[in-house]
T-cell receptor, first 112, second 112 residues
Framework: DTEVTQTPKHLVMGMTNKKSLKCEQH?????MYWYKQKAKKPPELMFV???????INESVPSRFSPECPNSSLLNLHLHALQPEDSALYLC???????????FGPGTRLTVL | ELKVEQNPLFLSMQEGKNYTIYCNYS?????LYWYRQDPGKSLESLFV?????AVKQEGRLMASLDTKARLSTLHITAAVHDLSATYFC????????????FGEGTQLTVNP
């Protein structure tokens, strides 16, 4: 299995909703990442997990809450989002931090 | 400040022509990546360049790295319509915790 999967593909939520994005990989990678990408812009790093521990938080607002329950799974919990949070959310994994990152297909999030 | 600059940002070319995309970065890097992104899709890894003078080729695309000039190039040979996409370079610095810093992307359109 050489891919990163993400669910759901699309998500529409209101500003008072709570939802979660899920990312999974079975490549034995020990580093996992969340990126946010706005239209026609490059991805922006949000969080990095290394060996299931949060190693980088790029000053992301607390309405985004990451979780890494095990080495294959990465979640992003969303609560009280704003319309400007609408974007493509990309998950990536790599063998270790500092190795080539493989990206999932992304979740297209719309906040109403 | 770490900066990655790509040019051109927009490139419209005819099938069969050759062209080069440039990626300049502001300080010594550890690794340089090239990614392709189709509209609404995720990022596909094209090349990883690790050392000065590295050259990698895949089909009609060839990437090179000059660490002394802090420059990478992505050369397109005899372009075909299927190469239409946005191409990002991304630089990784271990001193930054192995963060990837992306260029703004080059939106390539290949016209028949």
């Amino acid at each position: 299995d050489t891919e990163v999967t993400q669910t759901p593909k699309h998500l529409v939520m209101g500003m008072t909703n709570k939802k979660s994005l899920k990312c999974e990989q079975h490549m034995g990678h020990r580093a996992m990442y969340w990126y946010k990408q706005k239209a026609k812009k490059p991805p922006e790093l949000m969080f990095v997990y290394s060996y299931e521990k949060l190693s980088i938080n790029e000053s992301v607002p607390s309405r985004f809450s990451p979780e890494c329950p095990n080495s294959s799974l990465l979640n992003l919990h969303l609560h009280a989002l704003q319309p400007e949070d609408s974007a493509l959310y990309l998950c990536a994994s790599s063998q270790h931090v500092g190795r080539a990152q493989y990206f999932g297909p992304g979740t297209r999030l719309t906040v109403l | 400040e770490l900066k990655v600059e790509q040019n051109p940002l927009f490139l419209s070319m005819q099938e069969g022509k050759n062209y080069t995309i440039y990626c300049n970065y502001s300080t010594t890097s550890d690794r340089l990546y090239w990614y392709r992104q189709d509209p609404g899709k995720s990022l596909e890894s094209l090349f990883v360049l690790l050392s000065n003078g590295a050259v990698k080729q895949e089909g009609r695309l060839m990437a090179s790295l000059d660490t002394k000039a802090r420059l990478s190039t992505l050369h397109i040979t005899a372009a075909v319509h299927d190469l239409s996409a946005t191409y990002f370079c991304a630089v990784e610095w271990e001193t930054s915790g192995s963060r990837l810093t992306f260029g703004e992307g080059t939106q390539l359109t290949v016209n028949p």
